[in-house]
Nanobody, 124 residues
């Protein structure tokens, strides 16, 4: 499986950005796909996750009400719409995925085993 992120950039506080994660090579029909981020000097932080085969979405408290994760299963793409961005959202954002048999595993943040290369988001 390969993941490629795009859509990062620089924006002023209060602005919006849309990240995309294109996946290829899936060998399992159902997956959790998530966004994580890592700011300089800080630990990796989960942002949001979604289950490809059902209605399961989870958000970190820090982004609830501002970020929206959505799936386009036909295109194997996951997007993260980020609104009302804050300087503390500045980080490298990573897409990750794992094969699962139930959406309840999507919040098992340490279990994701396939990662993209990351895309930088800077909010000033």
């Amino acid at each position: 499986v390969q993941l490629v992120e795009s859509g990062g950039g620089s924006v002023q506080a209060g602005g919006s950005l849309r990240l995309s994660c294109a996946a290829s090579g899936f060998t399992h029909s159902t997956n959790c796909t998530a966004w994580f981020r890592r700011a300089p000097g800080k630990r990796r932080e989960e942002v949001a996750a979604a289950y490809t085969a059902g209605d399961f979405i989870v958000y970190a408290d820090s982004v609830k009400g501002r970020f929206i994760i959505s799936l386009d299963n036909a295109r194997n793409t996951v997007t993260l719409q980020m609104n009302n961005l804050k300087p503390e959202d500045t980080a490298m954002y990573y897409c990750a995925t794992m094969a699962v048999i139930s959406g309840r595993w999507c919040a098992s943040w340490t279990s994701y085993n396939v990662w993209g290369q990351g895309t930088q988001v800077t909010v000033s």
